[in-house]
Nanobody, 124 residues
């Protein structure tokens, strides 16, 4: 059974850092692009970062570029999102998703499998 499980979300102060993990099982991670999405209260879900199946390509939403870094460890079946310089507007439920397509994409329709999400709250 294909699964993605996010972890690492918590309350953090503005300016702080956090690393989210997306542990996968039930499929060959190498074959899939992985995206990170988030949804804040009252807002639509948005794609913020993705990494290609081979790991050679990454892409970021402008609002997180330079602050967030996506990486993958295919041997550990895990994808990470390192988040630095966090802002209150980064508060959201963060989801990882897997899609089998070439390259990178922040469009949620490209992704077939989703995790349940992890809450990140940035507040003093």
């Amino acid at each position: 059974q294909l699964q993605l499980v996010e972890s690492g979300g918590r309350l953090v102060q503005p300016g702080g850092s956090l690393t989210l993990s997306c542990e996968t099982s039930g499929f060959t991670l190498d074959d899939y692009a992985i995206g990170w999405f988030r949804q804040a209260p009252g807002k639509e879900r948005e794609g913020i970062s993705c990494i290609s199946s081979g790991g050679g390509d990454t892409h970021y939403k402008r609002s997180v570029k330079g602050r967030f870094t996506i990486s993958r460890d295919n041997a550990a079946d895990t994808v990470y999102l390192q988040m630095n310089s966090l802002k209150p507007e980064d508060t959201a439920v963060y989801y990882c998703a897997a899609g089998r397509f070439p390259g990178v994409s922040l469009d949620d329709y490209e992704y077939d499998y989703w995790g349940q999400g992890t809450q990140v709250t940035v507040s003093s």
